[in-house]
């Protein structure tokens, strides 16, 4: 894991660049690198389940709701999930697309704050990666009706007997699975710090670049 004082101080230099996974500075510099260097340590210092992260949507009548999942890809700066298109967050998704994200790994005392607009990705996507999941995982989309009432354990187990049957083969993809990708409007990069003085960078997207701001802690 890269020295975390080392990595905030260097935001504080104002030097831009980026240089052994280091950050130099953040003048000029892209979220997307903070990003993917914090993931990357996330990993490294063998965070459970690095890659899971909150996701929150608003129902129509302003309800917000949260539930983890994974991320999955990062394309072009879209940042990749895969569910039931007909689950809770897909119908609020529909009907309100502003969510956000919230990574938290605790060994590194860090969390990201991501909010951003969300959309299903192109069906190509969907398909290539549903193709490259476990069977047991494919026959699981067809069998669960994600976040519909199930009458009970056996209901389910019956389904999937019924799509294991019907699908000896290859299966193929539900049309109301696959994926979402989020465009993020804004990043925040929160590291804990001794005496509660912790640091707190925002990233916000304007028409071309990225604004930056330090909050209070
Ligand atoms: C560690 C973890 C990872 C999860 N990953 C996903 C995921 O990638 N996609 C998904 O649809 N649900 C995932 N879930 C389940 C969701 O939290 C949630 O129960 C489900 O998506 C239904 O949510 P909804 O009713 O709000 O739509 C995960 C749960 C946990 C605890």
Same mark, same amino acid.
């Given at each position: 894991?890269?020295?975390?004082?080392?990595?905030? %101080?260097? #935001?504080?230099?104002?030097?831009?660049?980026?240089?052994?996974?280091?950050?130099?500075?953040?003048?000029?510099? %892209?979220?997307?690198?903070? #990003? /993917?260097?914090?993931?990357?340590?996330?990993?490294? /210092?063998?965070?459970?389940?690095?890659?899971?992260?909150?996701?929150?949507?608003? +129902?129509?009548?302003?309800?917000?709701?949260?539930?983890?999942?994974?991320?999955?890809?990062?394309?072009?700066?879209?940042?990749?999930?895969?569910?039931?298109?007909?689950?809770?967050?897909?119908?609020?998704?529909?009907?309100?697309?502003?969510?956000?994200?919230?990574?938290?790994?605790?060994?590194?005392?860090?969390?990201?704050?991501?909010?951003?607009?969300?959309?299903?990705? &192109?069906?190509?996507?969907?398909?290539?990666?549903?193709?490259?999941?476990?069977?047991?995982?494919?026959?699981?989309?067809?069998?669960?009706?994600?976040?519909?009432?199930? +009458?009970?354990?056996?209901?389910?187990?019956?389904?999937?007997?019924?799509?294991?049957?019907?699908?000896?083969?290859?299966?193929?993809? &539900?049309?109301?699975?696959?994926?979402?990708?989020?465009?993020?409007?804004?990043?925040?990069?929160?590291?804990?710090?001794?005496?509660?003085?912790?640091?707190?960078?925002?990233?916000?997207?304007? %028409? +071309? %670049?990225?604004?930056?701001?330090?909050? /209070?802690?």
């Amino acid at each position: 894991m890269g020295d975390i004082n080392q990595i905030m %101080d260097a #935001f504080r230099d104002g030097h831009h660049e980026f240089e052994n996974g280091h950050l130099h500075g953040f003048e000029g510099a %892209d979220p997307y690198d903070l #990003f /993917n260097l914090w993931t990357e340590e996330a990993v490294a /210092n063998e965070e459970m389940e690095p890659n899971a992260f909150v996701l929150s949507t608003v +129902s129509a009548n302003g309800q917000p709701s949260s539930r983890i999942v994974y991320l999955k890809d990062n394309i072009d700066g879209k940042l990749v999930l895969y569910t039931n298109y007909s689950s809770l967050k897909g119908e609020e998704i529909d009907g309100n697309s502003k969510v956000s994200m919230l990574f938290f790994w605790p060994k590194s005392a860090r969390q990201i704050r991501i909010e951003g607009k969300c959309s299903k990705v &192109p069906a190509e996507i969907s398909d290539a990666y549903f193709a490259s999941r476990p069977r047991g995982s494919q026959i699981g989309a067809w069998a669960s009706n994600q976040s519909d009432v199930l +009458s009970d354990r056996e209901e389910l187990e019956k389904r999937v007997e019924e799509y294991e049957a019907k699908f000896p083969n290859e299966v193929p993809r &539900p049309e109301d699975w696959g994926g979402y990708w989020i465009e993020p409007s804004k990043f925040e990069f929160w590291q804990g710090r001794p005496s509660r003085l912790h640091d707190r960078i925002v990233f916000r997207a304007t %028409d +071309s %670049d990225w604004e930056i701001e330090r909050l /209070n802690p």
